[in-house]
């Protein structure tokens, strides 16, 4: 099993360029999520799908956009960076909501919007 | 407000021995459940212990155990025995309750805490 998977690791944007970040999970989860953790900050929620065919917005949604392409996959949009886009951002999977939810974590995307 | 305080930005500990991180956390949710991630300078996330609002025990995990004073809001993080490779930076996060299949899942992080262990 990969667990998480998330591409690109690394990725360098002009200002206006658009991206998307793509993340895949094999564990046969329901819900999936988007976060980006600016440097020395926690992690904040962008995104998130709690089933297949859903997908709401957490914390910060602005300038992001949201797929659930399928169970296993959930992509993140950039339409047009900007530098404050510039984060690592985490992508992270849960099973069927129940009382205990570990999130299972993706290595990261470290983005950089010039 | 914040849902979740670390009021140590940086904590310091010798080998082998025990160090406490804290964690308050804000919320009216009866039902919640409290995490702890590792994330070490290679950047990653690691799961390390887990507590139910509802757990009557505090929650424990080989080295790792969790301090939970509902009265209080706290939940404070314990490792024992600290080890070279425990430096890190550790997060306090909490999971509120709600219907399943929407909030159920979502976690709100604490700013961290690094945390340096010396030979």
């Known amino acids: 099993n990969a667990g998480v998977t998330q591409t690109p690791k690394f990725q360098v944007l002009k200002t206006g360029q658009s991206m998307t970040l793509q993340c895949a999970q094999d564990?046969?989860?329901?819900?999936m999520y988007w976060y980006r953790q600016d440097p020395g900050m926690g992690l904040r929620l962008i995104y998130y799908?709690?089933?297949?065919?859903?997908?709401d917005k957490g914390e910060v949604p602005n300038g992001y956009n949201v797929s659930r392409l399928n169970k296993r996959e959930f992509s993140l949009r950039l339409e047009s960076a900007a530098p404050s886009q510039t984060s690592v951002y985490f992508c992270?999977?849960?099973?069927?909501?129940?009382?205990?939810?570990?999130?299972?974590f993706g290595p990261g995307t470290r983005l950089t919007v010039l | 407000a914040q849902k979740i305080t670390q009021t140590q930005p940086g904590m310091f500990v010798q080998e082998k021995e025990a160090v406490t991180l804290d964690c308050t956390y804000d919320t009216s949710d009866q039902s919640y459940g409290l995490f702890w991630y590792k994330q070490p300078s290679s950047g990653e996330m690691i799961f390390l212990i887990y507590q139910g609002s509802y757990d009557e025990q505090n929650a424990t995990e080989g080295r790792y155990s969790l301090n939970f004073q509902k009265a209080r809001k706290s939940a404070n993080l314990v490792i024992s025995a600290s080890q070279l490779g425990d430096s890190a930076m550790y997060f306090c996060a909490m999971r509120e309750g709600g219907s399943p299949g929407t909030s159920y899942g979502k976690l709100t992080f604490g700013q961290g805490t690094i945390l340096t262990v010396h030979p």
């Open positions: 564990m046969n989860h329901n819900s």
């Open positions: 992270a999977s849960s099973p069927v909501p129940g009382d205990y939810n570990e999130q299972f």
């Open positions: 799908s709690a089933s297949e065919g859903t997908t």
